[in-house]
């Protein structure tokens, strides 16, 4: 890629509520600082000559409980940056944990954005675990390099609620951690560069994960808007929420010591009330300002916050703080801004108490306005601190540290002289926009530069039964087709007297040569797809074209001689022979007595730099393949190169080579004597269980989706999520089998190293 080319760049936040203009940061624990971070990224971004375009794509809200501004499809925000709201799941407003089963969805709905507005973007950039793995999906897809930012991580997370006491199952239910952290490693195996905020992000957080590669991080601190956030010239008029503020003190021109944070337990706000309500010259010194998002009844917050906002309250009262506390109900993004000015009129101090914060940029703003702060030793506040000397670091769990370091800024007007002049002097230097993006780039184009070929739209059909079709069966040969000839004979005349835009398909493991036998030998009829060598080779009509670009796309990283180096002579490993080995596909047969687990050899590869997937197939066979192939991976990039829906799309297999197609959101068939590695996908909706065995299993799931006719996805979460929503997880005539299909499953189904 050319050095001076623009860049069009994807910034992918699904979750909360993403606006232009009047950002409802608080509302929830979906409305934090992500959403601040992404929004001033986009405009800074496309602030810069270097780039074309910004599309900042989240996920379309049309709910009577939200603003109409969440249902508009577009929304520019700057010359160069847009809002794209995609609609997936269900239109209503949804909290982060619900979005897990649709994501497969955003990723269909954002290729067909993608190929109707012809705006494939150069790099795609993912914030947390969602949109990582939705972002991760794209690239592979696409080809394209993906950048992670994680923003907080489910296994600090998992850790951090178990040391203070929730149970492993407690966590799991109510915040879907294994999801999270499947999602998560996936992101990072798939992307090529992770964009941190400091230092402590990478040491301690990104290294507990088993895809960690420290070559791929970069420590890009986000900046801060320097021209709404800056020191006091003049008075300025007051703003409703300053107005509210001084409602609820008796000497409301003391300095204040002001909080920002919504009402988590996470967010240690209940220490800092102890703290003040125990320390009468704190109280003689200055007032106490709790800014906890926004509310209209604490009735009808979420219980978490409810509990954590009601025991603030009770200290209140029980220390007897009216007059010295203010806790108003609402405010809006425009008037944060404002406050800190006014807090360091007053020589107040900005507060953060958290008992963790990645990163922190309320201090960075409250820094850049020459308001000194306390913050949390954890965390992005000790590389802020240590940039800016703007304040002090403090244990969040010791009372008199705190009271200690609050009370020293107030009362010793040197501190807070020398706190406040090099915050505002050292955000400028390290914490601008403008450098954030130029390192930003830097790094995105030395990204682009290792890429294997540009982004492209495949467009058009190449051949003439291809262009006549409208939907494809795809079905896996071994145990699948075969083991019941009758059926067998049955599924052929199906298929034979099927209308002339039904297709038919064959994806399977076995080599290009093996399978052209057997439909020789089996007198198959002709397919007009081939997936074959576990999805690492693709054939399209009459005479079996070979899919070049698939090759070009999955050789990204690809290196099969470290791969055979790493896995030859591991313990109860058996090369298979030389036919059965690709360019694409190392192939062993294992004996699990003494093998390592499949967990075990992902590490192994993982620990060796290697990004691969593993495919264990009845417990003996495993194919090592590129990151970029599998089975699922290729009926996606069929579905989009031939222009099918997903739906349009019945996959059928039986062992562990089909999960991947099986499970990618197209209307799946697991036949009757399907292997156990498959038991999982009962949770998946559009995975159907047959109970007829082999090509039987096949017709059955044919007549379940009414697939010759007009297609039918009974009980579907996907389709119809306010079913799956009220509890109706049994699937038509499949309930029986536990098949339920109650919008529960998520996304990672994938194996990779």
Partial sequence: MSEDKQLKIALISLHGLIRGENLELGRDEDTGGQTRYVLDLARALSADPGVE??????????????????????????????????????????????????????????????????????????????????????????????????????RVKRQRLLDAGVSREKAEARYSLSTRIEAEEFALETCSLICTSTRQEVKEQYEQYENYIPERMEVIPPGVDLGAFHPSEDEEPATDLEQDIRGFLREPD?????????????????????????????????NLVLVMGSRDDIRAMPPGQRTVLTNILTLIDTYGLYGRAAYPKHHRAEEVAPLYRRAARTRGVFVNPALTEPFGLTLLEAAASGLPIVATHDGGPSDIVAN????????????????????????????????????????????????????????????????????????????????????????????????????????????????????????????????????????????????????????????????????????????PERVREVLDGQPGFYRQPDHEQSAFK???????????????????????????????????????????????????????????????????????NDEGMLSVNALGVVVGNYGPELEKLRKYPRVYFA????????????????????????????????????????????????????????????THA
């Fill in 254 to 286: 003391k300095p204040m010591i002001v909080a920002m944070a919504r009402p988590d337990e996470r967010k240690n706000l209940e220490m800092l009330v102890k703290v003040y309500g125990e320390s009468p010259p704190m109280q003689r010194a200055a």
């Fill in 53 to 154: 375009r910004v599309d900042l794509i989240t996920r379309q809200v049309v709910d009577e409980r939200v603003s109409k501004d969440y249902a508009q499809l577009e929304e520019q925000i700057a010359e160069k940056a847009w809002i794209i709201r995609i609609p997936f799941g269900p239109k209503r407003y949804l909290g982060k944990t619900k979005l897990w089963p649709y994501l497969e969805v955003f990723v269909d709905q954002c290729l067909n954005y993608f190929r109707k507005t012809d705006r494939v973007p150069d790099v795609i950039h993912g914030h947390y675990a969602d949109a990582g793995y939705a972002g991760g999906q794209l690239s592979r897809l696409l080809g394209i390099p993906f950048v992670f930012t994680g923003h907080s991580l489910g």
């Fill in 388 to 559: 800016c000397k703007n304040g002090l670091l403090v244990d969040p769990l010791d009372p008199e540290a705190i009271r200690k370091a609050i009370l020293h800024i107030l009362i010793e007007p040197g501190a807070w002289d020398e706190f406040s002049r090099a915050g505002i002097e050292n955000v400028h230097a390290h914490y601008s926009w403008q450098r954030h993006v130029q390192r930003y780039l830097r790094d995105v184009r030395e990204v682009l530069k290792e890429a294997d070929t540009p982004p492209q739209i495949i467009r058009g059909r190449q051949t003439r039964r291809l262009s006549q079709i409208d939907r494809l069966i795809l079905a896996d040969i071994d145990n699948t087709l075969t083991g019941d000839d009758g059926a067998m004979q049955e599924f052929f005349r199906l298929i034979a007297e099927a209308p002339l835009h039904v297709g038919f398909g064959i994806a399977t493991g076995r080599r290009y040569e093996e399978v052209m036998q057997m439909i020789h030998d089996l007198d198959i009829p002709r397919p007009e797809v081939l997936i074959t060598s576990v999805g690492t080779e693709i054939y399209y009509g009459k005479n079996f074209t070979m899919d070049r670009s698939w090759h070009k796309h999955i050789g990204f990283r690809w290196e």
């Fill in 586 to 656: 190392v192939s062993y047969q294992i004996d699990p007595a003494v093998s390592p687990k499949v967990n075990r050899i992902k590490r192994m590869l993982r620990e060796n730099g290697l990004q691969a997937k593993v495919v264990l197939s009845h417990g003996m066979f495993l194919d090592v393949i590129p990151t970029r192939a599998g089975s699922g991976v290729s009926v996606r990039h069929i579905a989009y190169k031939w222009n099918f829906p997903l739906e349009h799309i019945l996959a059928a297999g039986d062992s562990g």
């Fill in 691 to 750: 109970q007829a065995p082999h090509a039987a299993g096949i017709i059955e799931g044919i007549r379940y989706y009414n697939f010759l006719d007009q297609i039918t996805i009974p009980n579907d979460a996907l389709t119809d999520p306010d079913k799956a929503a009220n509890g109706n997880g049994s699937r038509g005539g499949n309930s029986g089998n536990g098949n339920g299909s109650n919008g529960t499953a998520s996304g990672p189904a994938e």
